[in-house]
Nanobody
Framework: QVQLVESGGGLVQPGGSLRVSCAASGPSFNIYAMTWYRQAPGKQRELVAAITSGGSTNYAVSVKGRFTISRDNAKNAVYLQMNSLKPEDTAVYYC?????????WGQGTQVIVSS
């Protein structure tokens, strides 16, 4: 079973930057896509950005141009570089891995954008 651990969340001022990471362990060789989701208080979980094993990416309209997803296949890790952060980006950010063996979620990392 694949385990996912997110890190890098924290408190940042509006306009600032933050990078969150997700490390996969276990039988992660069959992962073919990794995705960042977020969930703000009182709201549904939403897709933020996704990347395939081949490097194709997809972004939510609300973050396009500000966030960048990247992946290190050798380290089984995925990153989300977040720039020009806004208070509405405040949420718990979750990593999801889609593998031949199933779909896996991390526990999440909190990002708070506030002055």
């Amino acid at each position: 079973q694949v385990q996912l651990v997110e890190s890098g969340g924290g408190l940042v001022q509006p306009g600032g930057s933050l990078r969150v990471s997700c490390a996969a362990s276990g039988p992660s060789f069959n992962i073919y896509a990794m995705t960042w989701y977020r969930q703000a208080p009182g709201k549904q979980r939403e897709l933020v950005a996704a990347i395939t094993s081949g490097g194709s990416t997809n972004y939510a309209v609300s973050v396009k141009g500000r966030f960048t997803i990247s992946r290190d296949n050798a380290k089984n890790a995925v990153y989300l570089q977040m720039n020009s952060l806004k208070p509405e980006d405040t949420a718990v950010y979750y990593c999801r891995a889609d593998a031949l063996s199933g779909t896996y979620w991390g526990q999440g990392t909190q990002v708070i954008v506030s002055s």
